[in-house]
Each structure stands twice: as C-alpha cells, then as structure tokens.
C-alpha cells in the first residue's frame, strides 16, 4: 500500500500544482525524486511532527494542498493537539497518510503501535477516515482525498485482503438473515473466511467515517438487527455509528476489534497479536457464533 | 508612539474589560502591534484576502485586546464590536479566532502553534511565488514549549527569508533564557536583533532589515516596571 501511497503522489505532484508533501524524516527517502523536481512542494522537516502538522496547516492557508505522512504514532497521537488546533480550528484541510497501523511491527513494541488512531480523530469534527484493505483500493481513495479541501485520515496497512472491492459507501459482499458482519479494511478476508458457512449478511468498509448509516440501516432491514463490527483498531471504536444509524431500531451489537482493557507488552508477529485480541479467524468465528 | 495614539488605544482596550489577569501582555505587545500594522505591514481591511498581502500570525493569543485595538483603530473592526467582547455572539474573545474576524490570520490561544503555521505559510508563499511577508509574533514565556524549537530549527535550515519573528520579551518566562533569547535563534541561522519594545523606530528598522537567504528573529524587550 505504501507503494501505491509514493506512486499516485508522486504523480499528482507532476500535474496538481496545489499539492504538497510533508514528512518527518519517515519515507522521505521516497520522495527524494519528487523533490528534486518539486523542491518548494516536497519537504522533509526532520523528526520533528508537531512542526509537520503545524507547516501543514500553514501550506493549507496559503492554499496548497499538503499530503502529510508518517507512522501512525508519530502522525496522529504524538501532534494530536497541532490536528486539533493547525488543522481543525484553522478550518483548513490536509490528508494524512500514515502506515504501521494498530500493529502491523509488533516486533517494534508498543512505542509504535497505534491502536488508538481512529478513535481519537473521531472526538474531531470533519474527518474522513479511509481504512483501505488492498493497494487497489489505496489510489482512488487517495485521488479523491488530494481532490478535495477537506481532512482526510488513510490508513495503510501491511495487512491486506486477496482482493479489492469497491469502496465508497458499505458494499454488501453476502447477504444472509440471521445477522450483519461489518468488516473494515484488512479484517475482511478473515470475516469471510469464517462466515462462510454462517447465515449472515458481511458488509465491507474502506471508508468508515463518515459512517454510512444508510447502508447499515438498509443490511440491517434485510435481517436480524444484530451488528457485529470487526475493525482493525480499537474495539467499538465505530460503535455510536452503528447507534446513530439504528437509533430507531432495537438491536444488538457486539465490537471486536484491538483490545481496550490491556496493553499488551509482546513483541512477536501480528498474527500472534491478533490472537491476542480475538482476531485471529478462531477469534472471530468464537465471538460471531456466541453472538448469534 | 504619538500620545494621540497611545490614548485612543488605551481608550479602545478599556472597552474590553474582564480579562485584567493579561493586561500585562497585553500592554507588553501594543508598541510592537501599532508599528507592525501602521508602517510594516501590506495589509488593509480591503485586502484580508489577497493572496500577496503580509501575514501577521498573534501566536500569542494570550491577552489580544491590544490586537482588538489596533484592528479596530486600523479600520479592520468596528469599534463597537470591541464592547460586545467574550460576550455569546461576539467574534471577540479572550483568544482570537480567524474564522470569525476578517484579518486575523490564525486562531491562537494555546501556547506554541504559531511559529509551526508561520513556517508553514512562508513555505507556501514561496511554493506559490507569493510577495507576502509572513510575522509571528511570540511571547519569552511562550518559548518554553517545545514545538517553537521545531520550527526555529527547521525555519533557518530552510532559509525562510520571508519569515518574521517577533518576540516580545517581558521575563514572563519562568526559568529565562540565559544567554539571551537571540542566541536560541542565531544559533539555528536566524539573522537577529534586540532593541527596545517601545522605540517604534528601532522596532519599525529591525522589521524592515534586510535578511537574505535567512529568516529574522525581532526581541523586543519591555522593561517590567513599566506596566505595574
């Protein structure tokens, strides 16, 4: 997905002369041809990532359009105030595009891990958040984002489906009664895998806010009003989407996602953390079935 | 400052009351405002939008009824909105927002955003091939967070020669900056200057020096006793 995030943007440098790159010495290696070309839009600040966002939010009064990137980390909790204040109270836009995840290196220990990334945008108004699960799905995501004016949050992943679906709005992949499966992002392989056999309706989210409250409430009419939301951070980070969306429809809900209740000091490999975290496809199969 | 002048200020902050715990910074930064806005920078009420106009950026939201002031005697606010100050409903509170006053730059409060913005802008006026001039001005107390010291350092190893800084020192910072505040800047390449906060020439000379190829760091000192 990385590659894909250097390729598009490294393209639209060459044709949108609004668009701007800021990184904190993170990948900035990636953009050494980019900055040869376009050294007043292409710059690295060093590790320096409140400045990152802060010489964001200034391009963005000039109107420039800046790409901003970095580990998850170092992208939304270390600067969080500078999103808060350089980008959302100066009322101006930038898309973010971090990498690393919730714990794509789990071998780098809980310095870089970001689990929490979601859900603290979430207490900010006006962000988008794209969660893509394959690298096909990274580059209209982020045409759109470079398009627009707005706040935009991508989350790349070294964790990724077979496939590409569409993105946008939820996309129902299987429909069935006794249930809805929301998968977001990378989750999706493991949600198919083990509702294969199950009754249940399996949504797909590359875009998860804004939440699509019409496309849950339309599943959740074809079925059982009960919920499961997989997403690849916090657990329940999505979950007043899913009571906003069925506000008036008594339903059931049950979250799984990156636990809440420890932080877990392990190194290893992500499949061993999704085991962790009730992830993993027994985890998931375990939860869903009880659930149900 | 003409004493005209300094009257009708003082005249405009004094219809902005509840606030007294900032009068000192306020005070501290009215010289430096007035000489910015009456003989440096680019900017009229009729151009808040042009994309060449100078920038001014109040880091330092802290205590803005100075800045109120100037805006209002510079015909930027009208000076019957100064009495509705903190009120609900007023674009008018106790630290600016630039959504909600034309010509100002950037809402400001919490300590330490503006010089990161300031880098910010003066890079985009490059990249656009913009003539504007970009100000921030900070206070010596305001300089202990650490995100002003990731845009100091970066500002000089990027040559940002259309950035400003102004600081305003009146020794509110709570351990002081031995050495002297210039130092923190020239070390990173900042061409520099100390001189009197309220010598409006020795300021307006300091503003409008040459600084090629380097950004400008401006350490306006006030002396303590004045504002007791």
């Known amino acids: 997905m990385r590659d894909v995030f250097v390729h598009t943007v490294t393209d639209a440098l060459d044709t949108d002369p ?30 320096r990532e409140q400045a990152m966002i802060g010489v964001a939010g200034g391009l963005a009064l000039t109107g420039l ?33 971090s990498i690393g995840g919730s714990y794509d290196a789990p071998a780098s220990g809980r310095t870089h ?26 580059e209209p995501l982020l045409r759109d984002a470079i398009a627009g004016t707005g706040r935009v949050y991508l989350r790349l992943s070294t964790r990724e489906n077979t496939t590409a679906h569409p993105i946008g709005r939820f996309s129902p992949l299987r429909q069935g009664s006794r249930g809805v499966v929301l998968a977001v992002g990378p989750t999706l392989d ?94 998931i199969a375990a939860s869903i079935r009880a659930f149900l | 400052m003409l004493a005209s002048m300094r009257n009708e200020l003082a005249g405009l902050i004094e219809r902005m009351t509840g606030d007294e715990k900032h009068d000192w ?59 509705t100050w903190t009120s609900f409903g007023s674009p008018l509170g106790q630290h600016p927002d630039r959504v909600l006053v034309p010509g100002v730059e950037i809402g400001s409060g919490s300590l330490g955003h503006g010089l990161g913005l300031g880098v910010g802008t003066a ?48 020794s509110s910072a709570s351990h002081g900056w031995p050495g002297g505040i210039a130092r923190r800047f020239d070390v990173e390449g900042w061409h520099t200057a100390t001189v009197d906060g309220r010598d409006h020439d020795a300021l307006h000379r300091a503003f409008t020096a040459a600084h090629p190829g380097r950004p400008s760091a401006v350490v306006a000192t006030i002396e303590p006793e004045e504002y007791t």
């Open chain 1, 113 to 138: 891990q970001s689990p929490a990334d979601v859900a603290l945008l979430d207490t900010l108004p006006g962000w988008t958040v794209h969660v893509p699960g394959h690298p096909d799905e990274v």
């Open chain 2, 25 to 83: 910074a306020a005070g501290s930064t009215i010289d430096v405002l007035w000489v910015l806005y009456d003989r440096v920078l680019n900017v009229t009420p009729d151009t808040v939008d042009d994309p060449d106009r100078d920038r001014f950026l109040l880091s330092k939201g802290h205590g803005p009824m100075s800045y109120y002031a100037v805006l209002a005697a510079k015909g930027f606010l009208d000076h019957d909105l100064l009495d």
């Open chain 1, 65 to 97: 359009r800046p790409v901003v990137h970095s580990y998850a980390p170092f992208l939304v909790e270390r600067p969080f105030e500078q999103l808060k204040l350089d980008l959302g109270h100066q009322d101006v836009g930038a898309v973010l595009v």
């Open chain 1, 190 to 283: 493991t949600v198919l895998d083990v509702t294969s056999t199950l009754d249940v309706t399996v949504l797909y989210a590359s875009t998860i806010r804004p939440f699509d409250h019409a496309g849950l409430l339309a599943a959740v009419a074809g079925s059982r009003p009960n919920v499961v939301l997989v997403e690849p951070y916090l657990a329940g980070t999505s979950a007043h989407g899913v009571g906003e969306a069925l506000a008036d429809v008594p339903h059931r809900v049950r979250s799984l996602g990156v636990r809440r209740d420890v932080e877990v000091r392990a190194y290893g490999t992500p499949p061993e953390h999704d085991v962790v975290h009730g992830l993993d496809a027994d985890g």
């Open chain 1, 18 to 47: 609004r668009l701007a790159v800021v990184t904190a010495d993170i990948s900035s290696a990636a953009f050494d041809d980019a900055r040869a070309r376009h050294p007043d839009r292409v710059v690295n600040l060093g590790i």
């Open chain 2, 123 to 170: 890079l985009g006026l490059r990249a656009r091939r913009r003539r504007g001039r970009v100000f921030v001005l900070v206070g010596d107390g305001e300089l202990d967070e650490g995100s002003n010291h990731e845009a100091i350092a970066i500002a000089g190893r990027l040559g940002l020669d259309r950035l400003t800084t102004v600081v305003v020192d009146n």
